[in-house]
Each structure stands twice: as structure tokens, then as C-alpha cells.
Nanobody
Framework: QVQLVESGGGLVQAGGSLRLSCAASGRSFSAYAMGWFRQAPGKEREFVAAISWNGGSAYYGNSVKGRFTISRDNAKKMVYLQMGSLKPEDTAIYYC????????????????????WGQGTQVTVSS
């Protein structure tokens, strides 16, 4: 099972930017689709973005389209989420996830499409 560790969260003002990183372990990382989800207090976990094994396709949740960009570096076993034009409603714990049984990402992926999860990193956007 792949292990994931997120970093890069913090406090940022509305309109600002932040880049989250996810470091992965495991020999087959480059074969996995990877994703980012988020969960705000009292709300369900929400799909943010996903990227295919080769970075050839990426998908985004409606609430972040045009503002966030997911990318990956298979040589470094890293996944990134560049977040821009941040809003207070982006405040949440952000989780990195790996899908060990699928290499291609898709639109609106579900939590149960992913087999491994990081511990999460807190992002707080102040107004």
C-alpha cells in the first residue's frame, strides 16, 4: 500500500495562493491515478481534483475549476495542488489520495475510487 504525506497547508488571505504537496512512497506510484479531496467541518468529503498516471489528463471539481491546478512528478513521486484566487469557502482539510487499481483519472471521482490516503493538511482562508 502506498503511503502519502501532505504538506504546504496554512493560513492565507482571500485572493491569495497556496501550493500543496503530496509525497508518496511505493514502487508503483507512477501507475496510479492520484487525487485531492477536501473536507470542511460538518461537511462531506468533496472531490477537488484528479490526475492520470502520466499527467495526461486532469479533472476538477466545479467549485475549483479555473482556480486550482493538479500536477505530478513521477520521478520524485510527488503530486501538487496549486491553488489560486482562494476564497474563505476553500477552508478545509485537504487530503491526497492514490488509486492503486486505476491509472486513469475521471471526472467527479469518488472517495471509494481511491485506496490510500494521507493524513491531511489544513488550509484556512481568511476574509
Amino acid at each position: 500500500q502506498v503511503q502519502l504525506v501532505e504538506s504546504g497547508g496554512g493560513l492565507v488571505q482571500a485572493g491569495g495562493s497556496l501550493r500543496l504537496s503530496c509525497a508518496a512512497s511505493g514502487r508503483s506510484f507512477s501507475a496510479y491515478a492520484m487525487g485531492w479531496f477536501r473536507q470542511a467541518p460538518g461537511k462531506e468529503r468533496e472531490f477537488v481534483a484528479a490526475i492520470s498516471w502520466n499527467g495526461g489528463s486532469a479533472y476538477y471539481g466545479n467549485s475549483v475549476k479555473g482556480r486550482f491546478t493538479i500536477s505530478r512528478d513521477n520521478a520524485k513521486k510527488m503530486v501538487y495542488l496549486q491553488m489560486g484566487s482562494l476564497k474563505p469557502e476553500d477552508t478545509a482539510i485537504y487530503y491526497c489520495a492514490a488509486s492503486e487499481w486505476r491509472g486513469y483519472a475521471a471526472d467527479s471521482m469518488r472517495s471509494d475510487d481511491f485506496s490510500s490516503w494521507g493524513q491531511g493538511t489544513q488550509v484556512t482562508v481568511s476574509s
